[in-house]
C-alpha cells in the first residue's frame, strides 16, 4: 500500500535520467519499444514498422480505454453505491444480530437457539456470497502499477520531460488535429547511441565515454510529430491512471469496513458456537428438573413460569413504552390470523367441491363420493398452506416471518398424510387410518405452536409431560378401536407412534424435556416421508400391474426362444422399474433419517447441532478410520446402488450371451440354458462391482492401505494357515467356473450321480438324483476324477442286456430290437433328439450266459432322460420279444431227492 501511495504522491514528477543515442537507429527503436511494450498489455500493442507508429496504435488503445472508463463511469459509480449500501445494511444487520445475540438468557432454550441460528446463517451466508473486494483492489492495484509504468515510460522518451508539470492546454489542441493517419516516417539524420552504451533503469540509455567527459548530450529521436503523439498518450495515461487511483481510494475504504465486519460477524459466530455447545450439554446431559421435583414444588415452579410468561408476553417490557414485535398483540393477532385463515380455507374447500361435484361428472363417481369428507380436508389444508404462504411473502414483520414458515411446512406435511392415505385406501378404510394418526397430528401441531410463541423453559417443563402423556394414551386407544379394519402396514406405523410418544414421556419426566420435543418432532417428519414412501411403492406396484406385466407377455412374445425363468429375465422391458425398486427406493427411505433429523433441528433452531452430530466422526483413529453417520448412510447407499449393478449387468449379460446362441439354432430347436456358462461371467461381475465398493468405502472411511499391510503382515502366518483351505477352495473354484464345470451340468463323483446345482468360492453343490443337495468342496472336486456328462454334447452311452434261449436267431432279435426302439426316437423340450441318430442303436451278442444268449442294447442318450428312456426301451424290447414268441429265459434247476425223509 504505500508503494502505491508514493506512487500517488509523485505522479507528475519528473524523471532526472539523460539519454544518449548510438549509431544505429534499430537498435535504440527496438530497446526503446522493448520498454513500452512491457508496460502495458500485449494485447494493447504490438511491434510496428518503427516507434511512431507504435506510438500512434498506443494512443488509440487509449483514447479508447478512457472513452470506455468515462462511458461506465456512470454505472460503475451505480454499482459502488449498490456495494456501499449492501455493505451498511450488512454492518446494520451484523450489528443486530450482535445486540440480540449477547442479550439473550440461558434459560430460554428457544429463543437463545434462535439468535444463535440466525447469527450462524447470517455468517455463512456471508462466506459464500462474500463481495469480491479483496479482488477489485488487488486488480486495481495491478492495473495502477501498470499505468504508473506507461507514464514512465513515456516521460523517458528521448527527449525526456524533465520537468513535473504536463504540457499546457495547447497539448489537447495540437492532439485534437493530429490524426493517426497523418503521421510521417521518423527522419534518418537520427543519431543513434554508440555501441558502448548500456541501458540503466529499463528506460534510460548512458554513454559511458560522456560521463567520463562529464558532458551531457540530449538527442531526440522523435520529431516534432512524434512528440506530440507521445505527449497525448501520456496525457491519457495519466488521467487512466487518476480514475483508477479514485476506483481504489472508494474500494479500499469498503474494504476496510467490509473485513471489520467480516471480523466481527467472525466473533459473534464463535461465540454462538461455544453457546452451542452449551445448549448440547443442557439438553442431552444436564436436563431439566425431572418431574417429581417440580410435583413436590409445584407452587414454587408455578410462580416462576407465570413470571416468566409476563415478562415474555406482556404488551410492554419492564414497565416502558417500547412495544416490541415479538411480544403479546402481535402474538395474540397471529392467532387470529392463523384461525381466520383456517376458516376462510375450509370455506372455500368445501365450496369448490360442491360447485365442482355438480359440474364435474368424475366427480359425482362412487369413487369419489366414497373419499369426499377426506378430499376436502386436503384441499383445505392446501389452501390454507398456500394462503399462508403468500401472506408470508408479503409481511414486513419479522415475527410473521418467523412463524409462518413453521405454520405452511406443518400444513405441508399433514396434506402428504392425508394424499398418502387417500392413494392407498378406499373410502372407509381410508377414514378409519386418519383417524389413527390424528394423535400424532395434533402433537406436532402442539410443538409448532411451542415454538412459534417460544414458550420459556419453566412453563414447557411443567405442561409438556402431562400432555404427551395424554396423547400416548389417546393414540393407544384409538389404534385398539381402529386396528381390525385398517392395513397391516398403517397398523404398524401407529403402533410406532404409540411407542415412541410414551418413550418420549418417560424421557421427559426424567427432566430430558427438550430432547422428547425432538425426537417427537422428529418422528412427525419421518411419519410424514414414510407415508411418501409408502404411497410411492403402492403407485410402483400399481404401475407394475397395469404396464410391466403387459411390457413382459409382449416382450415374451418376441423372444418365444429365450428362458425367462431366470433372475432379471425381462430385464430390457423392467429395467427402470427395478432401478426404483432395488436402488432408489430403498436409498430414499435411508436417507429419510438424516433429512428428517436435520429437519426437526431446524424448528427448533438446532440444525448447526444436528448437522455437527451428523457430519462429525463419532469413531476417529488417526491414520486408520473415520466414520460418521454420513459415511455410514453413504456406504449403505453404495450397497443398494451395487446389488442393482450386479443384478443389471449379470441379466443384460445373460440376455446378450443367449441371443447369440439363440440365432444359432435351426429352427424348431429350443434353447437350453445350460448351454452356456454363466458362471464365470457372474463372479466375475460380482466381483468387479463389490471390489469397486470396498475400494471406495476404504477411500471414504479413510482406510490407509498402510494400515492393511501392517496388519495383513503381522497375521500373515496365522492367516495363511488358517485361511490355506479357504484359499484352495477360492482358486480351485476359479479353475472350475473358468470351463471345467458349470451350473446345470451332470456329473458322477464319488459314486454320486447329480445336477451342479450352484457353485461359489468355496463349495459346489450338487443336487442328486434322489432330490438330496450334496456340497463338495472345491479343492475336494477338484483333485477328483469326476466325470462330467454333458460337457461335450450331452449325450451319455446307455446299455440294458436281454437273455434269449439257446438257438435262437440273433440277426432276428437284432431287426425286432432295433424296429421297435425307434418308437423313442423323439426330442425333448429343447428340440434335441433323447437318441443320437448319427450313432444310431446297436445290438450286439454279449456273452453266453448260463441258461441264455445274453444280447446287448447300446444308444447315445441324452443325460437328462436316461433314466426314463431306459425304463421306456426295456419295456418295448420286452413286449417285442413276446408278441414275436421269443423266449426270455429264466434260470432252472432240476432237484434230485435220493431219499426221503422219515425212510
Same mark, same amino acid.
Given at each position: 500500500?504505500?508503494?502505491?501511495?508514493?506512487?500517488?504522491?509523485?505522479?507528475?514528477?519528473?524523471?532526472?535520467?539523460? /539519454?544518449?543515442?548510438?549509431?544505429?537507429?534499430?537498435?535504440?527503436?527496438?530497446?526503446?519499444?522493448?520498454?513500452?511494450?512491457?508496460?502495458?498489455?500485449?494485447?494493447?500493442?504490438?511491434?510496428?514498422?518503427?516507434?511512431?507508429?507504435?506510438?500512434?496504435?498506443?494512443h488509440?488503445?487509449?483514447?479508447?480505454k478512457?472513452?470506455?472508463?468515462?462511458?461506465?463511469?456512470?454505472?460503475?459509480?451505480?454499482?459502488e453505491?449498490?456495494?456501499?449500501?449492501?455493505?451498511?445494511?450488512?454492518?446494520?444487520?451484523?450489528?443486530?444480530?450482535?445486540?440480540?445475540?449477547?442479550?439473550?438468557?440461558?434459560?430460554?432454550?428457544?429463543?437463545?437457539?434462535?439468535?444463535?441460528?440466525?447469527?450462524?446463517?447470517?455468517?455463512?451466508?456471508?462466506?459464500?456470497?462474500?463481495?469480491?473486494?479483496?479482488?477489485?483492489?488487488?486488480?486495481?492495484? #495491478?492495473?495502477?502499477?501498470?499505468?504508473?509504468?506507461?507514464?514512465?515510460?513515456?516521460?523517458?522518451?528521448?527527449?525526456?520531460?524533465?520537468?513535473?508539470? &504536463? &504540457?499546457?492546454?495547447?497539448?489537447e489542441?495540437?492532439?485534437?488535429?493530429?490524426?493517426?493517419?497523418?503521421?510521417?516516417?521518423e527522419?534518418?539524420?537520427?543519431?543513434?547511441?554508440?555501441?558502448?552504451?548500456?541501458?540503466?533503469?529499463?528506460?534510460?540509455?548512458?554513454?559511458i565515454?560522456?560521463?567520463?567527459?562529464?558532458?551531457?548530450?540530449?538527442?531526440?529521436?522523435?520529431?516534432?510529430?512524434?512528440?506530440?503523439?507521445?505527449?497525448?498518450?501520456?496525457?491519457?495515461?495519466?488521467?487512466?491512471?487518476?480514475?483508477?487511483?479514485?476506483?481504489?481510494?472508494?474500494?479500499?475504504?469498503?474494504?476496510?469496513?467490509?473485513?471489520?465486519?467480516?471480523?466481527?460477524?467472525?466473533?459473534?459466530?464463535?461465540?454462538?458456537?461455544?453457546?452451542?455447545?452449551?445448549? &448440547?450439554?443442557?439438553i442431552?446431559?444436564?436436563?431439566?428438573?425431572?418431574?417429581?421435583?417440580?410435583?413436590?414444588k409445584f407452587?414454587?415452579?408455578?410462580?416462576?413460569?407465570?413470571? $416468566?410468561?409476563?415478562?415474555?408476553?406482556?404488551?410492554?417490557?419492564?414497565?416502558?413504552?417500547?412495544?416490541?414485535?415479538?411480544?403479546?398483540?402481535?402474538?395474540?393477532?397471529?392467532?387470529?390470523?392463523?384461525?381466520?385463515?383456517?376458516?376462510?380455507?375450509?370455506?372455500?374447500?368445501?365450496?369448490?367441491?360442491?360447485?365442482?361435484?355438480?359440474? %364435474?361428472?368424475?366427480?359425482?363417481?362412487?369413487?369419489?363420493?366414497?373419499?369426499?369428507?377426506?378430499?376436502?380436508?386436503?384441499?383445505?389444508?392446501?389452501?390454507?398452506?398456500?394462503?399462508?404462504?403468500?401472506?408470508?411473502?408479503?409481511?414486513?414483520?419479522?415475527?410473521?416471518?418467523?412463524?409462518l414458515?413453521?405454520?405452511?411446512?406443518?400444513?405441508?406435511?399433514?396434506?402428504?398424510?392425508?394424499?398418502?392415505?387417500?392413494?392407498?385406501?378406499?373410502?372407509?378404510?381410508?377414514?378409519?387410518?386418519?383417524?389413527?394418526?390424528?394423535?400424532?397430528?395434533?402433537?406436532?401441531?402442539?410443538?409448532i405452536?411451542?415454538?412459534?410463541?417460544?414458550?420459556?423453559?419453566?412453563?414447557?417443563?411443567?405442561?409438556?409431560?402431562p400432555? /404427551?402423556?395424554?396423547?400416548?394414551?389417546?393414540?393407544?386407544?384409538?389404534?385398539?378401536?381402529?386396528?381390525k379394519?385398517?392395513?397391516?402396514?398403517?397398523?404398524?406405523?401407529?403402533?410406532?407412534?404409540?411407542?415412541?410418544?410414551?418413550?418420549?414421556t418417560?424421557?421427559?419426566? !426424567?427432566?430430558y424435556?427438550?430432547?422428547?420435543?425432538?425426537?417427537?418432532?422428529?418422528? *412427525?417428519?419421518?411419519?410424514?416421508?414414510?407415508?411418501?414412501?409408502?404411497?410411492?411403492?403402492?403407485?410402483?406396484?400399481?404401475?407394475y400391474?397395469?404396464?410391466?406385466?403387459?411390457?413382459?407377455?409382449?416382450?415374451?412374445?418376441?423372444?418365444?426362444?429365450?428362458?425367462?425363468?431366470?433372475?432379471?429375465?425381462?430385464?430390457?422391458?423392467?429395467?427402470?422399474?427395478?432401478?426404483?425398486?432395488?436402488?432408489?427406493?430403498?436409498?430414499?427411505?435411508?436417507?429419510?433419517?438424516?433429512?428428517?433429523?436435520?429437519?426437526?433441528?431446524?424448528?427448533?433452531? /438446532?440444525?448447526?447441532?444436528?448437522?455437527?452430530?451428523?457430519?462429525?466422526?463419532?469413531?476417529?483413529?488417526?491414520?486408520?478410520?473415520?466414520?460418521?453417520?454420513?459415511?455410514?448412510?453413504?456406504?449403505? #447407499?453404495?450397497?443398494? *446402488?451395487?446389488?442393482?449393478?450386479?443384478?443389471?449387468?449379470?441379466?443384460?449379460?445373460?440376455?446378450?450371451?443367449?441371443?447369440?446362441?439363440?440365432?444359432?439354432?435351426?429352427?424348431? %430347436?429350443?434353447?437350453?440354458?445350460?448351454?452356456?456358462?454363466?458362471?464365470? !461371467?457372474?463372479n466375475?461381475?460380482?466381483? %468387479?462391482?463389490?471390489?469397486?465398493?470396498?475400494?471406495?468405502?476404504?477411500?471414504?472411511?479413510?482406510?490407509?492401505?498402510?494400515?492393511?499391510?501392517?496388519?495383513?503382515?503381522?497375521?500373515?502366518?496365522?492367516?495363511?494357515?488358517?485361511?490355506?483351505?479357504?484359499?484352495?477352495?477360492?482358486?480351485?473354484g476359479?479353475?472350475?467356473? #473358468?470351463?471345467?464345470?458349470?451350473?446345470?451340468?451332470?456329473i458322477?463323483?464319488?459314486?454320486?450321480r447329480?445336477?451342479?446345482?450352484?457353485?461359489?468360492?468355496?463349495?459346489?453343490?450338487?443336487?442328486? #438324483?434322489?432330490?438330496?443337495?450334496?456340497?463338495?468342496?472345491?479343492?475336494?472336486?477338484?483333485?477328483?476324477?469326476?466325470?462330467?456328462?454333458?460337457?461335450?454334447?450331452?449325450?451319455?452311452?446307455?446299455?440294458?442286456?436281454?437273455?434269449?434261449?439257446?438257438?435262437?436267431?440273433?440277426?432276428?432279435?437284432?431287426?425286432?430290437?432295433?424296429?421297435?426302439?425307434?418308437?423313442?426316437?423323439?426330442?425333448?423340450?429343447?428340440?434335441r433328439?433323447?437318441?443320437?441318430?448319427?450313432?444310431?442303436?446297436?445290438?450286439?451278442?454279449?456273452?453266453?450266459?448260463?441258461?441264455?444268449?445274453?444280447?446287448?442294447?447300446?444308444?447315445?442318450?441324452?443325460?437328462?432322460?436316461k433314466?426314463?428312456?431306459?425304463?421306456?426301451?426295456?419295456?418295448?424290447?420286452?413286449?417285442?420279444?413276446? $408278441?414275436?414268441?421269443?423266449?426270455?429265459?429264466?434260470?432252472?434247476?432240476?432237484?434230485?431227492?435220493k431219499?426221503?425223509p422219515?425212510?
Amino acid at each position: 500500500m504505500k508503494r502505491f501511495t508514493d506512487l500517488k504522491m509523485s505522479r507528475f514528477q519528473a524523471v532526472p535520467n539523460t /539519454l544518449v543515442m548510438t549509431n544505429k537507429k534499430r537498435i535504440i527503436s527496438t530497446i526503446v519499444l522493448s520498454v513500452v511494450l512491457a508496460a502495458i498489455p500485449v494485447w494493447a500493442v504490438f511491434r510496428e514498422k518503427d516507434l511512431k507508429k507504435t506510438l500512434s496504435v498506443l494512443h488509440f488503445e487509449l483514447v479508447n480505454k478512457y472513452n470506455g472508463l468515462l462511458a461506465s463511469e456512470a454505472g460503475v459509480e451505480q454499482y459502488e453505491k449498490q456495494q456501499h449500501k449492501m455493505l451498511v445494511d450488512l454492518i446494520e444487520n451484523c450489528n443486530e444480530l450482535a445486540v440480540m445475540l449477547y442479550s439473550q438468557q440461558q434459560d430460554f432454550t428457544f429463543d437463545l437457539t434462535y439468535a444463535l441460528d440466525e447469527v450462524t446463517s447470517q455468517y455463512l451466508s456471508f462466506n459464500s456470497t462474500k463481495m469480491p473486494y479483496n479482488e477489485i483492489v488487488t486488480s486495481l492495484e #495491478s492495473e495502477i502499477d501498470r499505468y504508473e509504468k506507461l507514464v514512465q515510460a513515456l516521460k523517458n522518451l528521448p527527449p525526456a520531460i524533465k520537468d513535473e508539470e &504536463q &504540457q499546457d492546454d495547447t497539448l489537447e489542441e495540437e492532439d485534437e488535429g493530429l490524426q493517426v493517419e497523418d503521421i510521417v516516417e521518423e527522419p534518418d539524420s537520427l543519431i543513434v547511441p554508440p555501441q558502448d552504451s548500456v541501458m540503466v533503469n529499463d528506460s534510460i540509455l548512458l554513454s559511458i565515454p560522456s560521463i567520463m567527459e562529464e558532458q551531457e548530450a540530449i538527442i531526440s529521436i522523435l520529431d516534432h510529430e512524434g512528440q506530440a503523439m507521445r505527449d497525448s498518450c501520456l496525457q491519457y495515461a495519466s488521467m487512466i491512471r487518476d480514475i483508477l487511483w479514485e476506483r481504489y481510494f472508494q474500494v479500499d475504504d469498503d474494504n476496510r469496513y467490509y473485513k471489520e465486519t467480516d471480523n466481527h460477524l467472525k466473533e459473534a459466530y464463535n461465540y454462538a458456537q461455544s453457546r452451542y455447545r452449551e445448549v &448440547q450439554q443442557k439438553i442431552f446431559v444436564q436436563g431439566q428438573r425431572n418431574y417429581w421435583t417440580i410435583i413436590r414444588k409445584f407452587p414454587h415452579f408455578m410462580r416462576s413460569a407465570a413470571s $416468566d410468561c409476563v415478562d415474555k408476553y406482556s404488551t410492554t417490557s419492564h414497565k416502558s413504552k417500547i412495544v416490541s414485535d415479538w411480544r403479546g398483540p402481535m402474538v395474540m393477532g397471529f392467532v387470529i390470523m392463523i384461525l381466520i385463515c383456517i376458516l376462510l380455507s375450509t370455506g372455500v374447500s368445501w365450496l369448490l367441491v360442491r360447485i365442482l361435484s355438480k359440474r %364435474v361428472k368424475y366427480l359425482a363417481s362412487p369413487w369419489f363420493q366414497d373419499r369426499k369428507l377426506l378430499i376436502t380436508i386436503l384441499a383445505g389444508i392446501v389452501i390454507f398452506a398456500v394462503t399462508i404462504m403468500i401472506v408470508d411473502i408479503t409481511s414486513y414483520s419479522n415475527f410473521i416471518n418467523m412463524a409462518l414458515p413453521l405454520v405452511a411446512e406443518f400444513a405441508w406435511l399433514a396434506a402428504a398424510i392425508f394424499l398418502s392415505v387417500l392413494i392407498r385406501m378406499d373410502g372407509k378404510k381410508a377414514t378409519d387410518t386418519v383417524r389413527g394418526y390424528l394423535p400424532i397430528i395434533f402433537m406436532g401441531l402442539i410443538i409448532i405452536s411451542f415454538r412459534i410463541i417460544f414458550i420459556p423453559n419453566s412453563l414447557i417443563n411443567i405442561i409438556f409431560p402431562p400432555i /404427551l402423556l395424554l396423547f400416548s394414551i389417546w393414540q393407544m386407544t384409538v389404534t385398539a378401536k381402529i386396528r381390525k379394519g385398517i392395513e397391516r402396514t398403517d397398523r404398524s406405523y401407529m403402533a410406532v407412534s404409540m411407542v415412541i410418544m410414551f418413550a418420549a414421556t418417560i424421557v421427559s419426566l !426424567a427432566g430430558y424435556v427438550m430432547i422428547a420435543l425432538l425426537v417427537v418432532i422428529w418422528w *412427525i417428519f419421518q411419519f410424514t416421508l414414510i407415508q411418501t414412501v409408502t404411497a410411492i411403492f403402492d403407485l410402483l406396484s400399481r404401475y407394475y400391474d397395469d404396464h410391466i406385466l403387459a411390457r413382459k407377455a409382449k416382450w415374451k412374445t418376441e423372444n418365444p426362444l429365450i428362458p425367462t425363468k431366470t433372475k432379471g429375465a425381462f430385464i430390457e422391458v423392467s429395467w427402470l422399474f427395478d432401478l426404483c425398486k432395488m436402488a432408489l427406493m430403498p436409498i430414499l427411505t435411508a436417507w429419510t433419517i438424516p433429512l428428517c433429523l436435520f429437519m426437526a433441528g431446524g424448528v427448533f433452531d /438446532l440444525s448447526s447441532v444436528v448437522m455437527d452430530v451428523f457430519y462429525k466422526p463419532f469413531l476417529n483413529v488417526e491414520g486408520v478410520i473415520n466414520i460418521s453417520i454420513f459415511k455410514i448412510i453413504i456406504v449403505v #447407499s453404495m450397497i443398494f *446402488i451395487g446389488r442393482y449393478i450386479t443384478y443389471a449387468a449379470k441379466a443384460f449379460y445373460r440376455i446378450w450371451r443367449t441371443r447369440g446362441e439363440v440365432s444359432k439354432l435351426a429352427e424348431g %430347436v429350443m434353447f437350453n440354458e445350460t448351454s452356456i456358462n454363466f458362471t464365470l !461371467a457372474d463372479n466375475i461381475i460380482s466381483l %468387479v462391482t463389490w471390489g469397486a465398493f470396498v475400494i471406495i468405502t476404504f477411500v471414504m472411511l479413510q482406510i490407509p492401505t498402510s494400515a492393511i499391510t501392517i496388519i495383513s503382515t503381522g497375521l500373515a502366518t496365522g492367516i495363511g494357515f488358517a485361511l490355506k483351505d479357504v484359499l484352495n477352495n477360492f482358486f480351485y473354484g476359479m479353475q472350475l467356473m #473358468s470351463g471345467r464345470l458349470r451350473v446345470g451340468d451332470v456329473i458322477e463323483c464319488d459314486g454320486i450321480r447329480g445336477t451342479v446345482d450352484s457353485m461359489s468360492y468355496q463349495s459346489t453343490q450338487i443336487q442328486a #438324483s434322489d432330490g438330496s443337495i450334496i456340497a463338495f468342496p472345491n479343492s475336494t472336486l477338484f483333485s477328483k476324477n469326476f466325470k462330467n456328462l454333458t460337457r461335450n454334447n450331452a449325450y451319455e452311452m446307455v446299455t440294458f442286456t436281454v437273455g434269449v434261449k439257446y438257438g435262437t436267431d440273433v440277426d432276428k432279435v437284432r431287426t425286432l430290437v432295433k424296429e421297435a426302439l425307434t418308437k423313442l426316437f423323439v426330442t425333448d423340450k429343447y428340440g434335441r433328439d433323447v437318441v443320437d441318430r448319427k450313432k444310431g442303436i446297436t445290438v450286439r451278442l454279449g456273452d453266453f450266459g448260463d441258461s441264455s444268449v445274453d444280447i446287448t442294447v447300446l444308444q447315445y442318450v441324452i443325460v437328462s432322460e436316461k433314466f426314463r428312456y431306459l425304463a421306456d426301451a426295456k419295456e418295448i424290447v420286452y413286449n417285442t420279444l413276446n $408278441d414275436n414268441g421269443i423266449e426270455i429265459p429264466f434260470p432252472q434247476r432240476d432237484l434230485y431227492i435220493k431219499e426221503m425223509p422219515g425212510k
